[in-house]
Structure formats: C-alpha cells, structure tokens
C-alpha cells in the first residue's frame, strides 16, 4: 500500500512535461508525440463524421510542422501532402452532405 501511495505521490509532483523529461523526451519530441496520436485517432472515426477527416487534416499539419521543426524533411513533406488530401475529402464531404471514401 505504501508503494502504491508513494507512485502516486510521484506521479502528482510531477508536471506531464516533466514526466516526459524523465524518459528523455523534449517538448519537440512531446509535440510530435501528440501530433502523430491525434492523427491515428482521427483517422480512425474518420467515417463518424466530416469534422473527424478535418481533424485529421489539422493533425497531418500538425505532423508536418513536427517535420520541418526536427529537420526530417520526408515526414514534413508526407504530412503536408496528407494533410492538403484530407481538406479536399473534407470539402467534399461537406458538400455531398454524405461520407466520401
């Protein structure tokens, strides 16, 4: 039981960044972290609704500044690509008023 308490005490003294400081992480590496979770988690309720595609687009975009920001150049580019894709289906979805594969 101790144990236990002592962990959450840890887990409470610590701010998120800090905890990710602990395993070596930077803000860039946390940012391109969330950039890349939010883009699988909109991809995937992506035919729920056309905000989730547009959401996936802002996430691609998201990634590609993550990108340019780490100098990896070929993930900035995949991304921006991605990202200019997404808001075409968007618009489109919008448009029709109904889900385009």
Same mark, same amino acid.
């Given at each position: 039981?101790?144990?236990?308490?002592?962990? /959450?005490? $840890?887990?409470?003294?610590?701010? !998120?960044?800090?905890?990710?400081?602990?395993?070596?992480?930077?803000?860039?590496?946390?940012?391109? &972290?969330? !950039?890349? =979770?939010?883009?699988?988690? &909109? #991809?995937? &309720?992506?035919?729920? =609704?056309?905000?989730?595609?547009?959401?996936?687009?802002?996430?691609?975009? @998201?990634?590609? +500044? #993550?990108? &340019? @920001?780490?100098? *990896? /150049?070929?993930?900035? +580019?995949?991304? *921006?690509? /991605?990202?200019? +894709?997404? $808001?075409?289906? /968007?618009?489109?979805?919008?448009? !029709?008023?109904?889900? !385009? *594969?």
């Amino acid at each position: 039981m101790s144990h236990r308490r002592s962990r /959450w005490r $840890l887990l409470g003294d610590n701010t !998120a960044l800090e905890w990710f400081q602990d395993y070596g992480m930077d803000g860039l590496t946390v940012f391109g &972290f969330c !950039a890349v =979770s939010a883009m699988m988690l &909109f #991809y995937a &309720f992506e035919d729920e =609704s056309p905000w989730f595609v547009l959401g996936f687009a802002i996430s691609c975009a @998201l990634v590609a +500044i #993550y990108g &340019f @920001l780490q100098s *990896a /150049w070929p993930i900035a +580019i995949v991304g *921006a690509v /991605w990202s200019l +894709i997404a $808001l075409k289906r /968007w618009q489109k979805r919008r448009l !029709a008023g109904k889900p !385009a *594969a």
